[in-house]
């Protein structure tokens, strides 16, 4: 009787302890690979070493099988235990209610997809609600379950907008978890010095322990730490190795500095104006013209104050006519200007003199120019008269000053009012810019300043605008939306132009607003101008909204009132 050939891993299972020693595997290596072999050919094509009968074969193979592997076993070394894992940090925030916890479990569970057409459908699109939930499971102090933290940190791997929210609602356990999963080491990539408890300024030797031997993400997020917590011991360690850092170092570390900037960093600042890096001299000028009573902001004054006065003779004649503000841009950027963060070459399509202008407006004080324009208040100044085609270049650096500094009078006089015939200010050049100044004024303000803006100019160019303010909008704000969105439908405009502000809407609309919109959710009478299939789509875009909103307003009482 002959065999079949028989698997390696039948004949001669491989032990599952560590491996063998070197001894072990010296001496009886080439034997057990002539076993294997033989298994794997058959006992009828050859035999083992040392068996005459061919009949006898199979069992032969077996049982040297059986000797070398109780040999092999009996040569190895115990293998060195792993060190055992150090348990999580006790996370003492009170736990999720049962009801919060079940909808996080649905959030994370959605995976929504557009139809062949591209239509959305009514369905609300669960995955743009979990920024608001973790923001307010955030504000509520509550920690994640367990179990759904895997979900939460996959979640986070692909979308970087809520990976912040996430790892504090995570807590402790997210680290703890990204150290033992490759997958997850976002986490401690995002998390201050890698998840370390970082030494504040009443560690001292820690903190220049970690200063000094420290990675860089590790730097960064102490000096960060200690820029929060006191802000003169962050500036003096930086200082104290400044010397000797890489320039992109000094870039990224000098940028820590806008936490708490105040006028005892004007030194500091004021040195490294001299940087052998550009882009660190133009970060510190940056940083100092932020600070209207810096010896730069002086200097920036004094330049652009020299380029901009009034001329009375030009504009309306008479004692009280209008007088025009003439210009005389610089005709060069010396030294000085270069240090104090100028920057000479013009971009391309650029005169060199407007340019420099521009920076030395956009750098000077606000505050110089109604003394120096015969005391007009920022709105009397916007309005006047610009000579010699000089007005957008000098009220675009009005804009962008008003931004840096966060001078809502500025901004104000720049935005001009919502429903003006040129849809803007008389500086404001493009929505960006309005946007921008926007976010200078308060909260309330602004929302009253864009449902203006709606009411009198539409939706068209209203989606930038949205974006800068608070969740969720206020009244006036959200029902100028709406009122604008039942305007478009009514007109038969393309529905889905308005999609973009319509997902807005379903993220930041004031739940209360669902009521209101009830009567949107049917399918409207299609005049002859209407888009084809336009009155479905609209009465599916409101059905989504009123849905999404309920859902909103069912989230909000499950993580406040659970």
């Known amino acids: 009787m002959t065999s079949s050939p028989v698997p390696a891993s039948a004949a001669a299972p491989a032990p599952a302890s560590a491996p063998t020693s070197a001894s072990t595997e010296a001496s009886g290596g080439s034997h057990w690979e002539e076993l294997v072999t033989v298994a ?53 925030r009170p736990p999720l209610p049962p009801a919060a916890a079940r909808r996080l479990t649905m959030l994370l569970a959605d995976r929504p997809g557009a139809g062949s057409s591209g239509r959305r459908g009514a369905a609300p699109d669960l995955k743009e609600l979990l920024p608001q939930w973790l923001a307010t499971a955030n504000r509520q102090g509550f920690a994640a379950p367990p179990q759904a933290l895997p979900a939460l940190l996959d979640a986070a791997r692909g979308r970087t907008d809520i990976r912040p929210a996430v790892l504090a609602f995570a807590g402790p356990r997210a680290l703890w978890l990204a150290r033992l999963n490759a997958d997850w080491r976002f986490a401690l990539r995002a998390a201050p010095g890698g998840g370390a408890v970082l030494p504040g300024s009443e560690e001292p030797e820690r903190m220049h322990a970690l200063w000094e031997e420290g990675l860089f993400a590790e730097r960064v997020a102490l000096l960060a730490a200690v820029r929060a917590q006191d802000a003169g011991a962050a500036r003096d360690l930086l200082a104290g190795t400044w010397a000797s850092e890489r320039a992109e170092d000094r870039l990224m570390f000098l ?22 890096s550009r882009n660190v001299r133009a970060t510190a000028a940056e940083l100092l013209s932020a600070l209207p009573g810096s010896a730069l902001a002086g200097r920036m004054a004094e330049r652009a104050g020299s380029c901009v006065a009034i001329d009375r003779t030009h504009g309306t004649p008479g004692p009280h006519g209008t007088p025009t503000i003439a210009v005389e841009a610089p005709h060069e950027c010396d030294a000085g200007m270069e240090r104090d963060g100028v920057v000479a070459k013009a971009p391309a399509g650029r005169g060199e003199r407007s340019w420099w202008l521009g920076q ?51 901004s104000r006089a720049l935005l001009g009012t919502p429903g003006a015939p040129e849809a803007g200010g008389p500086g404001a050049v493009s929505l960006a810019e309005r946007a921008k100044l926007l976010g200078t004024l308060g909260v309330e303000e602004r929302a009253e300043w864009v449902a203006g803006f709606i009411a009198a100019h539409g939706l068209s160019e209203a989606f930038q605008l949205l974006g800068v303010c608070a969740v969720p909008w206020a009244g006036p704000l959200g029902r100028a939306v709406v009122d604008a969105l039942n305007i478009a439908r009514d007109a038969g405009s393309y529905p889905w132009s308005f999609s973009g502000v319509m997902g807005l809407a379903e993220r930041c609309l004031d739940p209360a607003e669902a009521v209101r919109l009830e009567g949107l959710t049917a399918v409207p009478d299609e005049s002859e101008n209407a888009a084809p299939g336009a009155g479905g789509y609209w009465a599916e875009s409101f059905q989504r909204l009123v849905t999404t909103l309920r859902l909103r307003a069912a989230i909000q009482t499950e993580l406040t009132h659970p």
């Open 40 to 92: 794997l050919l058959g006992t009828t094509r050859r035999t083992p070493s040392g068996v005459t009968s061919r009949r006898d074969a199979p069992t032969a193979l077996l049982d040297a099988a059986a000797v070398e592997t109780v040999r092999r076993r009996a040569g190895m070394r115990p293998g060195r235990a792993a060190a055992r894992v150090e348990p999580v940090a006790e996370d003492t």
């Open 360 to 410: 030395l407006v956009e750098a000077a004080p606000l505050g110089i120019w109604s003394p120096r324009l015969g005391g007009r208040t920022p709105q009397e100044i916007v309005a006047l008269p610009v000579a010699d085609d000089w007005q957008g270049e000098l009220h675009g650096a009005w804009c962008r000053a008003a931004v840096r500094q966060r001078d809502p009078s500025w």
């Open 255 to 276: 940028d820590s500095l806008r936490t708490g900037l105040s006028a005892a960093d004007e030194p500091f600042l004021e040195r490294a104006l001299a940087d052998r």
